[in-house]
C-alpha cells in the first residue's frame, strides 16, 4: 500500500509540474533562472523474501528542448528545456496506484476477517 501510495504521490508531482519550464543546461545566463523540473519515477522491486520495495529515481533525460521564444530564458534559438513529462504514462501509472492500493486493501479486509473468525471459533 505504501508503493501504491508513493506512485501516486510522484505521479502527481510530475503532473502539476509538467509545464514548469527552465532554461537549457548551455544557454548563456542559465544560472540566472531556475532549473526545469526534473521528472520522478518509482522503481519498484521485489524482495527475495517476496515483500515490495521502491526507490524513486530521476527520469532521463529529464528535459526536451521547447521552443518558446518569449521565455526571458530561451536561448537565442527560442529554445527552452520542458520537463521530459509524459502524461499518458502518467495517467497509467495513477490507475496502476489505484489498483495496486485497492487489491492491497481487499487482502488486509479478508486477513482481518479470518482473523476475526479465527478468534470468536
Known amino acids: 500500500m505504501n508503493v501504491a501510495a508513493l506512485r501516486l504521490s510522484v505521479s502527481a508531482s510530475n503532473v502539476a509540474n509538467a509545464m514548469t519550464d527552465g532554461p537549457l543546461p548551455s544557454s548563456p545566463g542559465a544560472a540566472n533562472f531556475p532549473i526545469a523540473y526534473v521528472p ?17 529515481g530521476q527520469v532521463s533525460p529529464s528535459y526536451v528542448k521547447t521552443f518558446d521564444p518569449s521565455a526571458s530564458y530561451a536561448d537565442r534559438n527560442g529554445m527552452v528545456a520542458s520537463p521530459n513529462v509524459d502524461l499518458t504514462n502518467e495517467l497509467i501509472q495513477q490507475v496502476i496506484a489505484r489498483y ?22
Open 40 to 56: 520522478l519515477r518509482v522503481n519498484q522491486n521485489v524482495q527475495p523474501d517476496g515483500e515490495t520495495s521502491a526507490t524513486v
Open 100 to 121: 495496486t492500493f485497492a487489491a492491497n486493501a481487499e487482502v488486509v479486509r479478508a486477513d482481518a476477517q479470518m482473523t476475526l473468525f479465527n478468534v470468536i471459533t
